[in-house]
């Protein structure tokens, strides 16, 4: 079964910039597409932004224009780099591949705040 392993998360001012990395075991990462999710204090989980196997990409309409989501498949990495962050911003974020069933990550904390 494919484990993913979330890691960058961290401390950080508002404007502020991280890179979120999400690993995968398994050679089948590049066949599935991946989200990357984030879960307040308090309020439901989201999804932030998606990537398809072939690097179509959405995004949640309160991030659009500061993150960028993106995927090695020769690395079986997607990565979430993040700009301009928000205190709003601060959440655990984790990644998924829709595998059945689905598999996810442990999540990093991602924490904005001056």
């Known amino acids: 079964q494919v484990q993913l392993v979330e890691s960058g998360g961290g401390l950080v001012q508002p404007g502020g910039s991280l890179r979120l990395s999400c690993a995968a075991s398994?050679?089948?990462?590049?066949?599935?597409?991946m989200g990357w999710y984030r879960q307040a204090p308090g309020k439901q989980r989201e999804l932030v932004a998606a990537?398809?196997?072939?690097?179509?990409?959405n995004y949640v309409d309160s991030v659009k224009g500061r993150f960028t989501i993106s995927r090695d498949n020769a690395k079986n990495t997607a990565y979430l780099q993040m700009n301009s962050l928000k205190p709003e911003d601060t959440a655990v974020y984790s990644c998924?591949?829709?595998?059945?069933?689905?598999?996810w990550g442990q999540g990093t904390l991602v924490t904005v705040s001056s």
């Open positions: 998924s591949i829709p595998t059945n069933p689905r598999v």
């Open positions: 990537i398809t196997s072939g690097g179509s990409t």
């Open positions: 398994g050679s089948i990462f590049s066949i599935y597409s």
